[in-house]
């Protein structure tokens, strides 16, 4: 391990924002802040909405900063990544921000029921040849329904067509209530009528450099449609311990 990484991950130990449970706080247990988000790290009862696989926290940081009246959480099991977003969360003093290392496997081990009002998906990995690793797979969204609000709603902006089209798949088989769908937010103009796609990180920037088109997806989920076992350990790919 490099002296930067050693450096960033020291650093990772002071940040308030940056919760990082061990491993037997969160596998096959419920952690201690599960369903105390808002009083324990918040200190209020506003909507918490997280995003998963955030890498260096840029959509999530961006969204808190438009939208104070909301907790946002990013989520990502590399802290390296994480040092970003949390060191830019303490620095401006974002009290509406926080980020949290762990596997996106355990994430119903650490909210509680009608927790998370909305949940971001930025470019996951759009895992061509393992489709129950997609953090929008039946898998993923019955692991959801545990803590997402009945009204919740489940974002996913992505570069991958592949990703989009399983995923809208997945809605569709599911029952699952499909709320908008874009294979091209810039093309179609969708990302100037909502303002929330208007973030761009430094993927979607790349992408676009590229000529590669963004799509957009929203819905909410149909209880009675979720199948699978949330407790099963598929690990979401792409996301090593560092």
Known sequence: MGKDKIRKFKENEEFKCLIQPRMDEVMHKDHPLKGRWGAEIFGNSHPIILELGCGKGEYTIALAERFPQNNYIGVDIKGARLWKGAK???????????????????????????????????????????????????????????????????????????????????????????????????????????????????????????????????WKLNPSHIPGDSHKIVPAAGRGEN
């Open 88 to 218: 830019y969360a303490t620095g401006h003093s974002l009290p509406n921000v926080a980020f949290l290392r762990t596997r996106i496997d355990f994430i119903d081990s650490l909210f509680g029921p009608s927790e998370v009002s909305e949940i971001w998906l930025t470019f996951s990995d759009p895992q061509p040849k393992k489709p129950n690793k997609r953090l929008s797979s039946p898998i993923f969204l019955e692991r959801y329904s545990h803590f997402l609000r009945p009204d919740g709603i489940i974002h996913l902006k992505t570069d991958s067509q592949l990703l989009h089209e399983s995923t809208l798949e997945v809605i569709r088989e599911g029952g699952h209530t499909l709320l908008e769908a874009d294979n091209d937010i810039y093309g179609s103009g969708l990302v100037e009528r909502e303002p929330l796609l208007s973030i761009q990180t430094f993927y979607e920037q790349m992408f676009l450099s590229e000529g590669k088109a963004i799509t957009y997806a929203k």
